[in-house]
C-alpha cells in the first residue's frame, strides 16, 4: 500500500487493496482464530472524489501554501521543495541519504536501487533546495543518515517506510482540509516543469527530460550512462518561486 501510494497510485485502487487486507484478516481472526484482533479495523479509506490528479497550482495558491508549510514544519517544506525543484518521487525523497548530497559539485545521487530501472541517476542540486539543505545542517550529517527519517521529518539513521503516506496525510491536514485547496502534493512537480517551459524562451528541454527522468531519447540514455549532469544556468532562467 505505501509503495502505490508512493508511485502515484489513485485513492480508488489502494482502497481497494485496503477492503482486500481487511477482509484477509477478517477471515484470519474469525475462521482460523490466529489472531485476536484484526490489525486494520481502525484503516480509513481514502476519498476517490478527489480534483484532476496532477492539476497545476496556481500562483495565488503557492503564496498561500508556502507560508503555512513553514509554519507547521520547515523540514517538511524541504520535503516538498525535493519534488518541486529536484521532481524526486515521494519513494526516492524517502530514501535519500546525506552522503547523497554533493554541495560541491552540486549534484544528488539517487542510488540505482530506488530508481524505476535500476539505474543510479546524477541530478543538479539547485539552489532553492541547497538554500534550505545547509541552514537545517543537513551537510554535517553522517554521510549514511537519512534526510528524512521520522514522522516528523527530522534526520535518522533508520528508513521510515511510512514517510509517503505520512507526507502525504500531512500534506492533505495543510493544504487541503486546511486551506482548503484541493490538489496533490505531487502537482507540485508539473507545476513547476510548465512553469519552467512557460516562463522561458528557448527553455532547455533537454535538461528537463533528464530531471523528469523520461527516458523517449535515446540520446538522454547516454548522458545518464557517461554520468554527465546537463546543467541550466540559474542566474538566466526563470524558476518558480516555491
Known amino acids: 500500500m505505501y509503495y502505490k501510494a508512493a508511485q502515484g497510485h489513485g485513492n480508488r485502487n489502494i482502497n481497494d487493496y485496503t477492503d482486500f487486507f481487511k477482509t484477509t484478516f477478517e477471515a484470519i481472526r474469525r475462521k482460523l482464530k490466529l489472531i485476536k484482533e484484526n490489525p486494520l479495523t481502525e484503516t480509513d479509506y481514502l476519498p476517490e472524489k ?21 509554519a507547521h514544519n520547515p523540514r517538511f517544506y524541504l520535503y516538498t521543495r525535493f519534488i518541486a525543484y ?55 550529517l553522517p554521510q549514511d543518515y537519512y534526510l528524512f527519517s521520522s514522522a516528523d ?42 512553469y519552467f517551459v512557460n516562463e522561458n524562451d528557448n527553455a532547455d528541454l533537454k535538461f528537463l527530460q533528464q530531471h523528469m527522468e523520461h527516458h523517449s531519447i535515446s540520446q538522454t540514455e547516454i548522458y545518464l550512462q557517461n554520468k554527465i549532469v546537463k546543467r541550466i544556468d540559474e542566474t538566466t532562467v526563470k524558476m518558480l518561486d516555491y
Open 153 to 194: 521529518f527530522a534526520p535518522g539513521k533508520q528508513l521510515y517506510q511510512n514517510l509517503s503516506i505520512r507526507a502525504a496525510e500531512t500534506w492533505k491536514r495543510i493544504v487541503i482540509d486546511g486551506l482548503g485547496i484541493n490538489k496533490k502534493m505531487y502537482a507540485l512537480k508539473h507545476t513547476s516543469s510548465q
Open 50 to 70: 478527489e480534483s484532476t490528479r496532477f492539476e497545476p497550482l496556481t500562483a495565488e495558491e503557492i503564496e498561500r501554501i508556502v507560508p503555512a508549510l513553514q
Open 86 to 140: 529536484q521532481f524526486i518521487r515521494p519513494w526516492h525523497i524517502a530514501r535519500l541519504k546525506a552522503g547523497d548530497i554533493d554541495y560541491t559539485k552540486d549534484c544528488i545521487h539517487v542510488a540505482d536501487d530506488t530508481t524505476k530501472n535500476r539505474k543510479s541517476r546524477y541530478r543538479q542540486l539547485l539552489q532553492p533546495v541547497k538554500a534550505m539543505l545547509q541552514p537545517q545542517g543537513c551537510h554535517t
